[in-house]
Nanobody, 117 residues
């Protein structure tokens, strides 16, 4: 299984970016897809997830700003980042086979997002 993220980059505070992930290979579980971030010098944490039948979860810091979606094939999760803040600067990772917050089957290589003032 391989996960490939795209869409990261640099943006000014208040702007938007859209992240995409392509999941290649077969995942047998029905666990969630998710996005996580790792700010500089901090640990990686999940910020949003989407379940098999569409339920979504969000970390408080991104709720209302970073809607997660997928295209119905369970292989293309997206993260629409809006009203970006400087503290959103991080490397963002796509995740698959996410059965619990710390039980992640697969990670992407990460895509950097930089937010400046």
């Amino acid at each position: 299984v391989e996960l490939v993220e795209s869409g990261g980059g640099s943006v000014q505070a208040g702007g938007s970016l859209n992240l995409s992930c392509a999941i290649y290979g077969h995942i047998t579980s029905s666990c969630d897809m998710a996005w996580s971030w790792r700010p500089p010098e901090k640990v990686r944490i999940l910020v949003s997830s989407i379940g098999k039948h569409g339920p979504t979860k969000y970390a408080p810091s991104v709720k209302g700003r970073f809607p997660i979606s997928e295209d119905g094939t369970k292989t293309r999760p997206y993260l629409q980042m809006t009203r970006l803040q400087i503290d959103d600067t991080a490397t963002y990772y796509c995740a698959a086979d996410v059965c619990e917050e710390f039980d992640v089957g697969y990670w992407g290589q990460g895509t950097p997002v930089g937010v400046s003032s």
